[in-house]
């Protein structure tokens, strides 16, 4: 089945630690959207990709970069977590909304639970 | 700036008891809207998109309408199955990808 994967469901890390999320996606979509959401919250969005352009949403810290080396995958780094960056952090992806008359299906990953101590 | 905005945050029922979520939105021009479900610990499962005023879509137990203002998410004699956070997101005529989504609302259905 296609599908986005996220890798790892669980992560634990130490405050100011470097930390690398990952995704991954047999939908071979263009877009590929990384979110964070806390608890009970609406999920956020950080950055997406445009294949390989990169666009960062004007209020996501510095703290957090991405990469995306190929079509399949897409990395979350988080240089210097603090504790209010403990989260779930969701990847998710989409057709090429300009070619599909502006349709922009998301479809979600399953999380990455990041902790911070 | 894009607004959403859901009620109830939490809503009980018992298992075959109907009832709808409301989703209210603020968007400068609509592309979409969206619902999705999201169960504990796992990322959101699409299940809806609505594009204009009047649109209608059904899955299984699950209806989701849409107004100018706003949408609901009709469901209809739920099951314990059907518990889970339903979010609604909009997308805005002059955003090709971006979602804004609400903090949804919590549906835990009693046997």
């Known amino acids: 089945d296609a599908m986005v994967i996220q890798n790892p469901r669980y992560q634990v890390t130490q405050f100011g630690k470097p930390v690398t999320l990952s995704c991954s996606q047999t939908?071979?979509?263009?877009?590929m959207y990384w979110y964070q959401q806390k608890s009970s919250q609406a999920p956020k969005l950080l950055f997406h990709?445009?294949?390989?352009?990169?666009?960062n949403e004007a209020d996501t810290p510095d703290n957090f970069q991405s990469r995306r080396p190929n079509t399949s995958f897409c990395f979350l780094d988080i240089r210097s977590p603090g504790l209010g960056d403990a989260a779930m952090y969701l990847c998710?992806?989409?057709?090429?909304?300009?070619?599909?008359?502006?349709?922009?299906?998301?479809?979600f990953g399953p999380g990455t639970r990041l902790t911070v101590l | 700036e894009d607004q959403v905005t859901q009620s109830p945050e939490a809503l009980r029922l018992q298992e075959g008891e109907s009832s709808s979520l409301n989703c209210s939105y603020t968007?400068?021009?609509?592309?979409?809207l969206f619902w999705y479900r999201q169960d504990p610990g796992k990322g959101p499962e699409f299940l809806f998109t609505?594009?204009?005023a009047g649109e209608e879509k059904e899955k299984e137990r699950l209806k989701a309408t849409l107004t100018k203002k706003e949408s609901f998410l009709h469901i209809t004699a739920p099951k314990p199955e059907d518990s889970a956070t339903y979010l609604c997101?909009?997308?805005?005529?002059?955003?090709?990808?971006?979602?804004?989504f609400g903090a949804g609302t919590t549906v835990t259905v009693r046997a």
């Open positions: 998710a992806t989409s057709r090429d909304p300009l070619m599909v008359a502006g349709y922009n299906e998301q479809f």
């Open positions: 939908l071979n979509h263009n877009v």
């Open positions: 990709y445009y294949d390989k352009d990169f666009n």
């Open positions: 968007v400068s021009g609509l592309r979409g």
């Open positions: 609505l594009y204009s």
């Open positions: 997101a909009v997308q805005a005529s002059s955003n090709d990808y971006k979602l804004s």
